[in-house]
C-alpha cells in the first residue's frame, strides 16, 4: 500500500507541459527515427524476450503520430507507460540491438542505429540498458520529478551447466517458479535462542515441501537454488532464476525474536522504502548474509554490472505485489499470519528486475507454536499446499489475462 501510495503521489506532480509528443516512428534496415513536436528528456532503450522486443523509453514525451514498421522490425506499437514517460514497443521479426543513437541538433529527432543479432547475443542483452541517450544541451525538456528508482547488480548466475534441476513435467512451456531456502553453509540464519533451532535447516525443509506440492500440481515445473546445506550468495540466489528464465522466485526464511511471543507469517516485497522499522530491521539482517569476515561476497564481483531498473522494475514490482496478496490469501486457512502480514524492504535477494519475486518469512522459531509447526511434517505440508495453491492461482490469471 505504501508503495502505491508513493508512486501515486510522484505521478501528480508531473507537470505535463515539459513533454514532446511523437510525430512519427519510421524503421529501416539499420536505424529507426523518431520525430517529436518538441523537446523531451532522454530516451532509454532495453530488451524483452518472449516475443523478443525492443523497448525505447521516452523520458518527457507522450505517445502519438504514425508508425513504419521495417527492416527487423515487424511492427510498432506506443503506449504511455507513465505520464512522463511513452514506450515505443519495436516487435522483433528476427533479433537485432541498438548500437547506439543521436538526437538531431534542435532535439526534435532521435536516430536509433539498429543491426541485426544472433539469439544468443539478443538474450544476453536482457536486463541491461543498451543505450541511454540525451538531446543536446539547450533541446533538453527539463528532467520530470523523480518517481521512482532503485539500483541493484545483476546477478552473476552460474554456468548454464551449475544450473539446478529442474523438477516437474519437461514440458518446457509450463511456467518455471524458483523456490530459495534461504541461508545455508557457514550462515545458519536465525537461531532461536530458547531451543536452537536453525533457520537454514527449517528454510530447506520447506523449500523441499513446496517444491513436492507444486510437482503434484503438475502445472508448473519447479527449481530450488540448493538441495543441500550450501552457501550462496544472494545475487547468485536471483542470478539462478534469471538464469534459468524463472516466472517466479519465492525466498522462504523463519524469523527468530528476543520475544518468546512473536509470532506468525510475513510476506514481503520489494521496495527502497521499508514498510516500518521493524522491516527495514529484518531487510538489514537478512542482506548481512552476504558478508563474511567483514566482506561483501556480493559486493566483490567485477562481473556484476550495476544498472538502473526503474521503469522495468516496477511492472516486476505490481506483479510480485499481487502474488504476495494472493499467497496471503491462500496461507490464511492454513497457517498464523501476522496481522499486518503484506511488508515492504529493501531485500537484495528480491532484486532481480525482470523475475516477480517474493520472500516469506514463514513464522517465528523462537515461539514455541511456530517452531513446533515449521519444523513438523505436517506444518511443512501446509505451507507447501499454500504456496502451491497460491502459485497455481497466480499462473491461471496470468493466462487468462493474456
Ligand atoms: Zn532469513
Do not use: W
Not at 524503421?27 to 516475443?51: E, M, Q, R
Not at 544541451?137 to 539500483?151: D, I, N, T, W
Not at 539462478?240 to 525466498?251: C, P
Request: hydrophobic fraction near 40%; glycine fraction near 8%.
Amino acid at each position: 500500500m505504501l508503495f502505491t501510495a508513493l508512486i501515486a503521489a510522484g505521478l501528480f506532480t508531473i507537470t505535463p507541459s515539459i513533454a514532446g509528443t511523437v510525430r512519427q516512428i519510421a524503421a529501416s534496415d539499420n536505424a529507426v527515427t523518431i520525430y517529436f513536436d518538441d523537446v523531451v528528456n532522454k530516451a532509454s532503450v532495453f530488451t524483452l524476450s518472449g516475443p523478443n522486443r525492443i523497448a525505447v523509453d521516452i523520458l518527457g514525451g507522450t505517445t502519438g503520430g504514425s508508425a513504419y514498421a521495417g527492416g527487423p522490425i515487424a511492427a510498432v506499437r506506443q503506449g504511455q507507460f507513465a505520464p512522463d514517460t511513452a514506450r515505443i514497443v519495436l516487435d522483433l521479426e528476427q533479433p537485432a540491438l541498438v548500437t547506439g543513437g543521436q538526437f538531431s541538433d534542435d532535439g526534435r529527432s532521435l536516430k536509433l542505429n539498429l543491426r541485426q543479432a544472433a539469439t544468443g547475443e539478443f538474450l544476453g542483452s536482457l536486463g541491461r540498458r543498451l543505450a541511454d541517450i540525451v538531446p543536446p544541451l539547450g533541446f533538453r525538456a527539463s528532467p520530470p520529478k523523480k518517481q521512482y528508482e532503485v539500483s541493484a547488480p545483476i546477478g552473476r548466475g552460474n554456468d548454464s551447466k551449475n544450473l539446478p534441476k529442474i523438477h516437474g513435467p519437461s514440458d518446457e512451456r509450463l511456467p518455471l517458479v524458483v523456490i530459495d531456502a534461504g541461508h545455508g553453509g557457514h550462515d545458519p540464519g536465525a537461531i532461536s535462542p530458547h531451543d536452537g533451532k536453525r533457520e537454514k535447516d527449517i528454510t530447506l525443509a520447506i523449500a523441499k515441501s513446496i517444491c513436492d506440492e507444486l510437482v503434484k500440481s503438475g502445472r508448473v515445473r519447479v527449481a530450488l537454488t540448493r538441495e543441500n546445506d550450501r552457501f550462496i550468495i544472494l545475487q547468485d540466489r536471483f542470478g539462478i532464476a534469471r538464469k534459468m528464465g524463472a516466472n517466479l522466485f519465492i525466498s522462504i526464511h523463519a524469523d527468530a525474536a528476543e520475544s518468546q511471543e512473536a509470532n506468525g507469517a510475513t510476506v514481503y516485497t520489494l521496495s527502497e522504502t521499508a514498510s516500518d522499522r521493524e522491516a527495514q530491521k529484518l531487510a538489514a539482517r537478512e542482506n548481512k548474509a552476504n558478508i563474511i569476515n567483514g566482506v561483501n561476497l556480493g559486493g566483490a564481483d567485477s562481473n556484476v554490472s550495476s544498472i538502473l531498473i526503474d521503469l522495468t522494475q516496477r511492472e516486476t514490482m505490481n506483479v510480485s505485489a499481487d502474488f504476495a496478496k494472493l499467497l496471503l490469501r491462500e496461507a490464511k486457512p492454513n497457517m498464523r499470519l501476522r496481522s499486518n502480514s503484506h511488508k515492504f524492504a529493501s531485500f537484495v535477494v528480491l532484486k532481480a528486475p525482470d523475475t516477480p519475486s517474493i520472500l516469506f518469512e514463514t513464522g517465528y522459531i523462537s515461539n514455541a507454536n511456530d517452531g513446533a509447526f515449521l519444523s513438523s511434517a505436517d506444518g511443512q505440508q501446509k505451507v507447501g499446499r499454500s504456496v502451491a495453491s497460491a502459485v497455481q492461482v497466480h499462473f491461471a490469471r496470468r493466462l487468462a489475462s493474456r
